[in-house]
Nanobody, 124 residues
Framework: QVQLVESGGGLVQAGGSLRLSCAASGRGFSRYSMAWFRQAPGKEREFVAHISWIGGKTYLRDSVKGRFTISRDNAKNTVYLQMNSLKPDDTAVYYC?????????????????WGQGTQVTVSS
């Protein structure tokens, strides 16, 4: 099992940048695929990014391609979400999630391990 703790959220103006971190404790982090989801008020939780534990292949939702980057440092048991050119529509609570399987999965119900979330607010 892994326990996940997100950090790095905050308030930023449109066009700004933030880097979210998700620190994992427990065994076997390097064998978990990791994902970021977000949930805005009144909306469902949605997939943002995924990085596989084999080969580090990444996948991003279309609306963040070219602006967001997901990466991982297995030596530090941490996954990152670098967010550039932020827009007000990116405002949400961001969650990281872990899955022991390799392939990308887009539904929140596919993930068994979650962090508590970190708030990102982008002002216009």
């Amino acid at each position: 099992q892994v326990q996940l703790v997100e950090s790095g959220g905050g308030l930023v103006q449109a066009g700004g940048s933030l880097r979210l971190s998700c620190a994992a404790s427990g065994r076997g982090f390097s064998r978990y695929s990791m994902a970021w989801f977000r949930q805005a008020p009144g909306k469902e939780r949605e997939f943002v990014a995924h990085i596989s534990w084999i080969g580090g292949k990444t996948y991003l939702r279309d609306s963040v391609k070219g602006r967001f980057t997901i990466s991982r440092d297995n030596a530090k048991n941490t996954v990152y979400l670098q967010m550039n050119s932020l827009k007000p529509d990116d405002t949400a609570v961001y969650y990281c999630a872990a899955d022991p399987r390799v392939g990308v999965r887009f539904g929140p119900s596919e993930y068994g391990y979650w962090g508590q979330g970190t708030q990102v607010t982008v002002s216009s």
